[in-house]
């Protein structure tokens, strides 16, 4: 690998690393404030659990938006909108005053991000070859969980010196620096970087995922979603767990384990970087079962059962322990089992589609959008209603067993299929 190769593919990683490393600090920054929210606009975990899941509804509608503006325009301009929304968003979520204007404040977040990870997903594909995209998506999704673990202490240390709504000025404003150096960096077609060399070219994937062939027509909608019906199915299920872990952890361990913000700031943060670790190592697994079999649906499937499997495992105990160390450890292993699914699940719609990248990636985050709306309202609710801040992971468990038993259909191996163009005929 030459200098210059190596110059612009570790700066594009960086630059795809940062922003999911400030998207979910921008959307985990309600979750660690939600203590001196809550008790500030006088909300009930129910309210609030409605705050946090407002989100999910234009964030749904925005991922099958997204994926498909950032195919048919490409990623460089869909993030610059998307995040532009996004700085808004965060800034105006530190000046609410009531349910209302913090429910509206989340919506317009939802829009903003909904259409970010799909655009990601449609840069990857451009920027990384087939072989190395499971350690590239959970490389940068280790860098989404190491915001999860940043945003409870920095909000704790930002509350101490000033107040909860800095954290949400200063995010913003991270944000911003961030969409300046996209704009000027990243370009959608590796040809038109001025620092790529002709040897780094001859190894992205061009011809597959550029329309190197316009003749070639694009895979209908209904078509794609049948083939990621299954992946779909599957992250939904695990994302109703990891919702557990990214609106309620904070207040979780002030609530349920009785913690003080600070000392529920440190064991959140625990938790999350757990998390990181668990993102990293199910792309580079994924990736190295790939090269050493040939196969890659037993490469996606074996890692994404045994997540499930395993964060299953790993809730049984919060269930039944009273020990704070305990449960977080348990809870940490939960979040480290899941997160190897990240890697893999996240290679899928670019297996299954690659010209299509955007639009399959952002129907695989809608059924994660469904279900950041429906369980932070479950939890909520079952929290108010019973008391127990345990209950809601018995719950997380049946839908982990449902999603190892899907995970057995995905098929990345198989490709989307084709509307063929008509066939002239010729008339005797």
Not at 46 to 71: E, H, K
Request: charge should be positive; charged fraction near 10%.
């Amino acid at each position: 690998m030459g200098n210059q190769q190596s110059h612009v593919s570790r700066n594009m990683l960086a630059i795809f690393c940062a922003m999911s490393f400030i998207l979910y600090l921008d959307r985990v920054n309600l979750a660690a404030a939600a203590g001196p929210i809550k008790a500030e606009l006088g909300l009930s975990n129910t309210t609030l659990g409605l705050a946090f899941s407002a989100f999910g509804y234009t964030y749904a509608i925005f991922q099958l938006v997204g994926g498909w503006v950032a195919d048919r325009f490409g990623a460089r301009r869909t993030l610059l909108v998307c995040g532009s929304l996004w700085v808004v968003a965060t800034i105006a979520t530190g000046m609410i005053g009531g349910l209302v204007s913090l429910c509206l404040a989340r919506l317009l977040l939802g829009v903003g991000e909904g259409a970010a990870l799909p655009a990601q997903a449609r840069a990857i594909t451009n920027w990384v070859a087939k072989p190395q995209r499971g350690m590239v998506q959970g490389l940068t999704h280790s860098f989404s969980r190491l915001g999860n673990a940043v945003a409870p202490p920095l909000v704790a240390v930002l509350i101490a010196l000033h107040s909860w709504r800095a954290a949400f000025f200063v995010v913003g404003a991270m944000t911003a620096v961030w969409l300046v150096i996209w704009f000027l960096y990243y370009r959608d077609d590796p040809r038109q970087h001025p620092g790529v060399s002709q040897a780094e070219l001859a190894r992205l994937p061009i011809a597959e995922t550029l329309a190197a062939n316009d003749a070639e027509p694009r895979a209908r909608w209904g078509a794609i979603l049948r083939r990621m019906r299954p992946t779909i199915g599957v992250y939904f299920c695990m994302v109703w767990s990891n919702t557990l872990f990214f609106s309620w952890m904070p207040i979780f361990f002030m609530q349920s384990q009785h913690l003080n913000i600070k000392d529920s700031a440190l064991y959140s943060s625990g938790v999350f970087l757990a998390g990181v670790v668990g993102d990293l190592l199910g792309g580079v697994i994924s990736d190295q079962l790939l090269k050493r079999t040939g196969r890659l649906a037993f490469a996606r499937q074996s890692v994404i059962v045994v997540s499930m499997l395993g964060g299953l495992a790993c809730f049984i105990p919060v269930l039944i322990s009273h020990d704070v160390v305990v449960i977080a450890s348990c809870l940490s292993g939960a979040f480290f089992f899941l997160e190897l699914t990240i890697g893999p699940i996240w290679a899928v719609p670019m297996d299954i589609a690659p010209r299509e990248a955007g639009t399959a990636s952002g129907m695989l985050n809608f059924g994660a959008a469904m279900a950041t709306i429906i369980s932070p309202i479950v939890f909520g609710a079952v929290i108010d209603y019973t008391g127990s801040w345990t209950l809601p992971f018995a719950g997380a468990i049946g839908f982990l067993v449902l999603g190892a038993i899907l995970a057995l259909f995905i098929r990345p191996d198989r490709k989307v299929v084709r509307d063929l163009p008509p066939v002239a005929t010729v008339r005797p």
